[in-house]
């Protein structure tokens, strides 16, 4: 926003000063003042139509034609030297905003307008020399400018393809650790279920079967035994039951939820920790609603904005809230309304002593919610 502005009062201040070098009366400007209205007419309307280059080019070749028709002197006039600086900016702007061909192009339109002018005015060919040699640096400065410009914005496009296949290969290899890891410790568990397991089952059985066969003085030592066994065998159930359970709670738990709807829904989220959200103490509820809030916020993604990405942030300040914020750039002005699922994500982060909040900028679209550490359910 600061560079456009800066480029208005370049433009602006140009323009201001070549119209007064004219030095004519108002009434006899009639026709430049139009065409400087005119000119930025089409300067504040082109930002509209960025995303159409065949628009963007027609507005500048317009622009290019409309400053040599303003500018174009009379025939007892002078040549007016900001005539140089007005195609100057506009084949700098061209130059930026469009492709190489087609700002080449502009360039070439503008340089051969101020050759004519030169030549119609019978300017001393010193001048004529200097003004022909200064285009024709300006062009080749741009067009290495435009040369560099387009390779660094494909080595960024290269880079960030590469972070993100980087990205998807550390996700994909931490979930593949995190499957062998439940894989052993199921094999661990079926190993003690069936070996220590049944063991112990079997002592259980005969040592019933021998409390029968004992004195009655030697019963209550079998008893204990058994009873010893009965605990042995409670706990050996209790450990493979943990040695079961497939949930991971906090943060790591979310994010490994959050990883497989991005594969399944193809998008592409950029993840910041922050503040201790990592050793955050959440229970399970807490971790599924948190989930599904991001969730219902990545729907909206995918209902309301043709760019298929978003950033998401978690934080833990202080250890007493948990906080998450979903961003994605929209494209469109149109005003947001909220459906039954934030609404319902809210009802929820409410009951965990929390909030959901949204709001939407003219270039982003936001999903902040909060919840309470410890704030209902067990810990």
Known sequence: MFSYWLWLLLNLSIWLLGLHFFNEEILGMTGRL????????LF??????????????????????IAMFTFFPDMDGNFNPYFILVLSLLIGEGFYRL???LSLLLGVICTAGLSFTTFHMGLAPSMQ?????????????????????????????RYEALLSEYR????????????????????????????????????????????????EQDQEQVRFLKEL????????RRAVKS????????????????????????????????????????????????????????TNVMKHSSAREAEISFEAPGGGIFRFEVNNPVTDDSKFTEGFGLTEMRNRLQKL??????????????VQGYLKIGYGGLE
């Open 34 to 41: 139009f065409g400087t209205a005119l000119y930025f007419v």
């Open 44 to 65: 504040f309307i082109l930002p509209l139509f960025l995303a159409k280059p065949k628009i963007v080019s027609t507005l500048f070749f317009t622009q290019a034609i």
């Open 99 to 101: 492709r190489f061909v």
């Open 129 to 157: 020399a200097f003004i022909v040699i200064y285009m024709f640096i300006l062009l080749i400065a741009m067009t290495f400018y435009k040369k560099i410009t387009d390779h660094n914005q494909d080595l960024e496009a």
């Open 168 to 215: 998807n290969v550390k996700r994909r290899v931490f979930s593949e650790e995190e499957e062998t890891r439940q894989e052993e410790r199921m094999l661990i568990a079926h190993e003690i279920h069936d070996s220590v397991g049944h063991k112990l089952s079997a002592l259980i059985i005969q040592l019933e079967a021998f409390r029968l066969k004992v004195f």
């Open 229 to 236: 066994a009965s605990e042995s065998l409670e706990e050996t």
């Open 243 to 298: 040695l079961k359970v497939n949930e991971t709670g906090g943060l790591p738990g979310v994010l490994r939820l959050i990883r497989k709807l991005e594969m399944e829904s193809l998008l592409r989220i950029h993840f910041s920790v922050k503040h201790g959200a990592f050793s955050a103490h959440l229970t399970g509820e807490q971790s599924f609603v948190i989930y599904r809030s991001v969730q219902e916020a990545l």
């Open 353 to 366: 002593g929390g909030n959901l909040d949204t709001y939407k900028t003219g270039e982003m679209f936001t």
